[in-house]
T-cell receptor, first 114, second 109 residues
Framework: SAVISQKPSRDICQRGTSLTIQCQVDSQVTMMFWYRQQPGQSLTLIATANQGSEATYESGFVIDKFPISRPNLTFSTLTVSNLSPEDSSIYLC???????????FGPGTRLTVL | EDKVVQSPLSLVVHEGDTVTLNCSYEVTNFRSLLWYKQEKKAPTFLFMLTSSGIEKKSGRLSSILDKKELFSILNITATQTGDSAIYLCAAQGAQKLVFGQGTRLTINP
């Protein structure tokens, strides 16, 4: 498995601002992902964070709203831009240490937008 | 479109009961089926299943996959209040995990 940390654990933000979430892994991993879990809903993949190139976004998610950085194989950030109350969710990063193997999740960031 | 459906969506039982959670999937280029337990924010990995008919077991939890009928079940025997959580199944396709809606399990003392 992998030990994953996320910062911040939770935040309350004002409408129109942005929040950057950090994800740190204790070992180098090729595959790193960002998910969103809206209240009462299941997990939805936002994007795959690719090291050294642009992230691969899922349908319905765009780079302007969710810019992602992946400067190395142990770290990634997700920014949620121009916040609205609809962005209130839990944001989770995950890693897949072995190709085709299990995915492990970080502790999550609970975002509330007022 | 890839799809994972779990049932029931919610289940309330008494401590000591046995429960069976269901997961059906339709995923292109299926590779594996994963089960997670979510108590607060982070889903905790339980099982990964890749082959039909081979039961995976961990303590009171067990799971099996049927690749012909495209479903999996998660069994929990002798349930305890600490088993109360949302149980998520996810199907791994060519590129990504597709999650079901989850089953909210409540164990009453």
């Amino acid at each position: 498995s992998a030990v994953i940390s996320q910062k911040p654990s939770r935040d309350i933000c004002q409408r129109g601002t942005s929040l950057t979430i950090q994800c740190q892994v204790d070992s180098q991993v090729t595959m790193m992902f960002w998910y969103r879990q809206q209240p009462g809903q299941s997990l939805t993949l936002i994007a795959t964070a690719n090291q050294g190139s642009e992230a691969t976004y899922e349908s319905g998610f765009v780079i302007d709203k969710f810019p992602i950085s992946r400067p190395n194989l142990t770290f990634s950030t997700l920014t949620v831009s121009n916040l609205s109350p609809e962005d209130s969710s839990i944001y989770l990063c995950s890693v897949e240490p072995s190709a085709g193997g299990e995915q492990f999740f970080g502790p999550g960031t609970r975002l509330t937008v007022l | 479109e890839d799809k994972v459906v779990q049932s029931p969506l919610s289940l309330v039982v008494h401590e000591g009961d046995t429960v069976t959670l269901n997961c059906s999937y339709e995923v292109t280029n299926f590779r594996s089926l994963l089960w997670y337990k979510q108590e607060k924010k982070a889903p905790t990995f339980l099982f990964m299943l890749t082959s039909s008919g081979i039961e995976k077991k961990s303590g009171r939890l067990s799971s099996i996959l049927d690749k012909k009928e495209l479903f999996s079940i998660l069994n929990i025997t002798a349930t305890q209040t600490g088993d109360s959580a949302i149980y998520l199944c996810a199907a791994q396709g060519a590129q990504k995990l597709v999650f079901g809606q989850g089953t909210r399990l409540t164990i009453n003392p």
